[in-house]
């Protein structure tokens, strides 16, 4: 897939990997399309690209977990007639805490929107991607915690997995159309994500960056050559390469590496 000319709607592009790749693809000659809820963020994001490369992406402020945003979305391309080419799936929280101590407002707001907002956005803006012509591509930001279940992550991980298996029936499905399906699962990224996500009890995470985390646009750059590659999966580290290998060909060692390095102290 050539990104040059393309239209690209970016979900979560208003900060860490989406604006990245935001930035990254309209310097390829791509054609973002920005939405995310914080307006103010879109438009300096929209500016600091019309800066360095006199294109003016389209943003959409919108909360996908709304149905009416999500037709917005859905009416800004079609009252704009502006066609389809690669949607990402980025926008996303996470949530951290034993199962026995989770409200259970937290798993679902968890799914709401790392599952079914992206499923129901993209159920509205499929129509738009069949009718556009050549190769279409949908992404799905995922993590290395959606492809084996990390202890005090059941959550994250259990949407981030549902994610997963969606984007694989998919692939299948849209084959006929010309449109392939990616899963993006990046290692620990230094953004906002574990200052924005939720904690037990729903309330607001406040925890520091993990160790050996690396920068949202060495993640975004990786995702976009996934994008090119048109790749099944992809990871950005050596943990996930070992998740992926690993949860087939030996479950029980997986376990104790994770155990290991997650669980060394009490939640
Ligand atoms: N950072 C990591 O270590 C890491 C690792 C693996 C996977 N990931 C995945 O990477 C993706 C991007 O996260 P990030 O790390 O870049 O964190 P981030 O900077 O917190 O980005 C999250 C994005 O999602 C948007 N968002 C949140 N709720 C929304 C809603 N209801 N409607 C529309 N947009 C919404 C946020 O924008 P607004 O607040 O403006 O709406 C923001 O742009 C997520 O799916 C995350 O699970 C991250």
Known sequence: MKLKDKNILITGASS??????????????????????????????????????????????????????????????????IPLHILVLNAGITAHGLFEKLDMKVIRKTMELNFFASVELTSLLLPFLQKTQGTKLISFVST???????????????????????????????????????????????????????????SILKEEQAKNSHTPEKAASILVRSIIK??????????????????????????????AKTMKKPC
């Open 144 to 202: 290395p915690s959606g492809l084996y279940g990390i202890p005090e992550r059941s959550a994250y991980s259990a949407s981030k997995a549902a994610g997963q298996v969606w984007m694989e029936s998919l692939r299948m499905e849209l084959k006929k159309d010309s449109i392939r399906t990616c899963i993006f699962c990046p290692g620990y990224t230094q953004t906002n994500l574990r200052t924005s996500g939720l904690a037990a009890d729903g």
């Open 16 to 81: 860490g990997i989406g604006e990245a790749l935001a930035k990254i693809t309209s310097r390829m000659g791509a054609r973002p399309i920005l939405t995310a809820r914080r307006k103010s963020r879109l438009e300096r994001i929209q500016n600091e690209i019309l800066q360095t490369t006199s294109f003016r992406p389209e943003i959409i402020p919108a909360d996908i977990c709304k149905g009416k945003d999500r037709a917005k979305i859905q009416a800004h391309l079609k009252n704009k007639n």
């Open 230 to 259: 048109e790749k099944r999966i992809a990871t950005t580290n050596l943990s996930g390469f070992i998740v992926y290998w690993l949860r087939t060909l030996a479950p029980a060692l997986l376990e104790k590496m994770i155990i």
